[in-house]
């Protein structure tokens, strides 16, 4: 574990040049007057000493009187980072509530506000933020923290780190919290190679640090449960979607079977897999670029995610089969969906099964509902009634084309998109163009095998 410890811990020389830059910004920040401010205190990664080489992010929270209303809270946030980075560039983004973002000589700092409350009290989803800072400062020795790093990296190398709604992983706290449980990277990875399957009322899978009410992990609904030990009731796997279980358990079973350090350095993995796939999954792929107005990173992701599911639900409906899909943005204007089908185009015809003929009324509504489109209708071997119909669409671009153009406002597509994506989407198939951009790197996400084994 020695050489790649190397590739996630960072140098003394990174360490001391964060800390001057954490203490210049801590002074910035500082200056700004409100009596509103209750304290300034570092937290995430930087403040825990568990942030990974040359990927350290620096966040300030800003701890708000409690009596202060939302309104009057979000405002004051905004304006102590604006003003206390207004030589960086500062930027506002969105999480539950708005925070500043600037880049502080090449380092990302993050002014976050967040109540002044005692644990338990939240009132905003930042609150818990210094408590968590705390907890793992108290619990986390130093070895510990390089167990962490060793775990961080290597769910970075699967692309399921971030609990963020682009990669719906593990959350850089869930990460500790593991940690903590089991006490090193493999014991982690030993755990999650083993999950059993939740059949019926079977006992979930819980992590947890604390012993916890049995009455409250019942109200969890997720494949991993990860107790907060700072607020029991808080479910840290809620976020992690069933993908990223699945490609954490399958590569923890291959890492074990045969550890490799290829697992922590993203890029090796990348260009190793990446040209593991069917050329002819090409004509099977179907592509819809658009460029949007706008937004947080937040607020786009989720309005693709969302759009996605419905796209895909229309796509399935028309009887085009949707074996896998994806959406990817630059995050700032350009945006896509690509949609991996069983076939893009479909025969002319289609066969649907009806009901028993002994059941005379389901028989006749279904021969009333499609005598019109029928081309042959007769009773099987089963003495159900059985419709040969035509198909109203064959091919899969020009249903999604139709629909984008005459009937986009009920396609399930979210609001905050159907102007951007109406205005300016393209669509086409993997073998009619040179596919370039952010779509590529969409595509590979799809058709790439990688071995688990």
Known sequence: MFKALKRCKPSMVEATRLQTVAEQTLQLVNSYNSPKIVEIVFGGSFAKGTWLKCEADIDIFVKIAAYTRLEEFEELGKRIGLNSLRHYKPNIRYSSHPYVE????????????????????????????????????????????????????????C????????????????????????????????????????????????????????????????????????????NLG?????????????????????????????????????HHFDNRLYQNLLVIEFTYSKRSPDVIWGQLKKSLRALSKQLEIADFKVIRSTCITDEKKLAAFV????????????????????????????????????????????????????????????YLTSLLTEHIEISGITSGLIDDIAQSFQIYTGDERRIKGITIDAINKIITREPFR
């Open 339 to 398: 949609f991996l089908l069983e076939s893009s185009n479909l025969v002319p015809y289609c066969d649907r099964i009806g009901p028993e003929i002994l059941m005379r009324n389901a028989t006749d509504n279904f021969i009333l509902k499609n005598k019109k489109n029928s081309i042959l209708m007769w009773v099987d071997d089963e003495m159900r009634i059985r419709n040969l119909i035509k198909r109203r669409e064959i091919s899969a671009k020009h």
């Open 159 to 234: 692309e399921i780190y971030g609990a963020e709604i682009a990669t719906a992983g593990f959350s850089g706290y869930a990460t500790e919290v593991m940690v903590l449980k089991f006490g090193s990277f493999r014991a982690v990875l030993e755990e999650i190679a083993n999950m059993k399957p939740q059949l019926g009322s079977e006992k979930k899978q819980v992590i947890s640090v604390q012993k916890v009410d049995e009455e409250i992990i019942k109200t969890f609904d997720s494949r991993l449960i990860i107790i907060d030990p700072v607020d029991p009731r808080r």
């Open 238 to 274: 809620a976020a992690i979607s069933t993908e990223s279980i699945g490609r954490f358990v399958l590569a923890a079973r291959a890492f074990l079977a045969r550890p490799s350090l290829d697992y922590f350095i993203e890029s090796k993995r990348i260009r190793k897999y990446v």
């Open 102 to 157: 600037a880049f502080v000589r090449g380092v990302r700092v993050n002014v976050v506000p967040c109540y002044d409350v005692e644990r338990g009290k939240w009132k905003s989803a930042a609150d818990r933020s210094p408590f968590h800072t705390q907890y793992i400062i108290d619990n986390l020795d130093e070895d510990k923290k390089d167990q962490v790093r060793l775990l961080k990296k290597f769910l970075k190398g």
